[in-house]
Nanobody, 118 residues
Framework: QVQLVESGGGLVQPGGSLRLSCAAS????????MSWYRQAPGKERELVAA????????DYADSVKGRFTISRDNGQNTVYLQMNSLKFEDTAVYYC???????????WGQGTQVTVSS
């Protein structure tokens, strides 16, 4: 059974940091590109950061470049999102995504809430 379980969300003040984790199971983690998306109230889900299979190629939304870092540990089947210098507009539910390129295999986690508030 495929599972993506996010953790690490919470309430943080502007300028603070959080580290999100996504633990994967039920599929060959190292064979999947991993990404983080987010969805704020009333807005569409958007790509935040993506990481290729070997972990060498990354892609970030312009709004988070220089502040967020995506990484993966294939030995632990986990992908991370380090979020620094958080802003009010980073408030959203953050979702982990696993996608195997060239196939229809595309999995989502349940999401973790990140709230940036003073």
């Amino acid at each position: 059974q495929v599972q993506l379980v996010e953790s690490g969300g919470g309430l943080v003040q502007p300028g603070g940091s959080l580290r999100l984790s996504c633990a994967a199971s039920g599929f060959s983690f190292s064979m999947y590109a991993m990404s983080w998306y987010r969805q704020a109230p009333g807005k569409e889900r958007e790509l935040v950061a993506a990481l290729a299979i070997a972990g060498r190629t990354t892609d970030y939304a312009d709004s988070v470049k220089g502040r967020f870092t995506i990484s993966r540990d294939n030995g632990q089947n986990t992908v991370y999102l380090q979020m620094n210098s958080l802003k009010f507009e980073d408030t959203a539910v953050y979702y982990c995504n696993a996608r195997q390129l060239g196939t229809r295999r595309n999995y989502w986690g349940q999401g973790t809430q990140v709230t940036v508030s003073s």
